[in-house]
């Protein structure tokens, strides 16, 4: 059974551009979350989606944004870039919602601002 | 979310049990304990979870006083692939927040 898969693996943008991140969940896994990981602030909870839905968003201004397809496939955007947004960014999925599931965690896309 | 507290860092000896602790004297009655593991620029691995009763998979136990205040990751016989930083988690009924991340343990494995 393939793991969570992010795309691309490696990014690099200037400022002011703006970064589109992919994550495919592991396969029957509904729920896709999204999380910033940098040396100063540790990992993140950015978002999560369920049914194509935002459940809930954590402390991030409004240029990162994101959308789950029907498929559970996920991206994430984030316009505007600025350096400090140079972060590993990483998915997580799990088959549902909730307190009592597992997530499992991609490799992650590594975005550095320029 | 309830907060937890973890050592900074740990060492650990090769084929040793490592055992974490980790304090989570707010937790409610509805919050799970996670445990999470990330090996350096990887994804966090996740290695178990429970409410109230131990709990044992082919990676880990996890033992969970029975005021639930605190616990304890065990790593039967650690190898030197173990070494990374531990994440324990208090995560609420709902689940919508997401994970919490706090700064972990660094267990370092001994050769």
């Known amino acids: 059974k393939a793991g969570v898969t992010q795309t691309p693996r490696y990014l690099i943008k200037t400022r002011g551009q703006q970064v589109t991140l992919s994550c495919s969940p592991i396969?029957?896994?509904?729920?896709v979350s999204w999380y910033q990981q940098t040396p100063g602030q540790g990992l993140q909870f950015l978002f999560e989606?369920?049914?194509?839905?935002?459940?809930n968003k954590g402390n991030f201004p409004g240029r990162f944004s994101g959308r789950q397809f029907s498929n559970s496939r996920s991206e994430m955007n984030v316009s505007t870039l600025e350096l400090g947004d140079s972060a590993l960014y990483l998915c997580?999925?799990?088959?549902?919602?909730?307190?009592?599931?597992?997530?499992?965690f991609g490799q992650g896309t590594r975005l550095t601002v320029v | 979310d309830a907060k937890t507290t973890q050592p900074t860092s740990m060492d650990c000896a090769e084929g040793r049990a490592a055992n974490l602790p980790c304090n989570h004297s707010?937790?409610?009655?509805?919050?799970?304990v996670y445990w999470y593991r990330q090996i350096h620029s990887q994804g966090p691995q996740y290695i178990i979870h429970?409410?109230?009763n131990n709990e044992t998979n082919e990676m880990a136990s996890l033992i969970i006083t029975e005021d639930r205040k605190s616990s304890t990751l065990i790593l039967p016989h650690a190898t030197l692939r173990d070494t990374a930083v531990y994440y324990c988690?208090?995560?609420?009924?709902?689940?919508?927040?997401?994970?919490?991340f706090g700064k972990g343990t660094h267990l370092i494995i001994q050769p």
């Open positions: 997580a999925s799990s088959l549902v919602p909730g307190a009592d599931t597992e997530a499992f």
């Open positions: 396969s029957g896994h509904r729920s």
């Open positions: 989606y369920f049914s194509e839905t935002q459940r």
């Open positions: 707010t937790i409610s009655g509805n919050e799970y």
């Open positions: 429970g409410l109230k």
């Open positions: 988690i208090v995560r609420s009924g709902g689940g919508a927040d997401g994970l919490t």
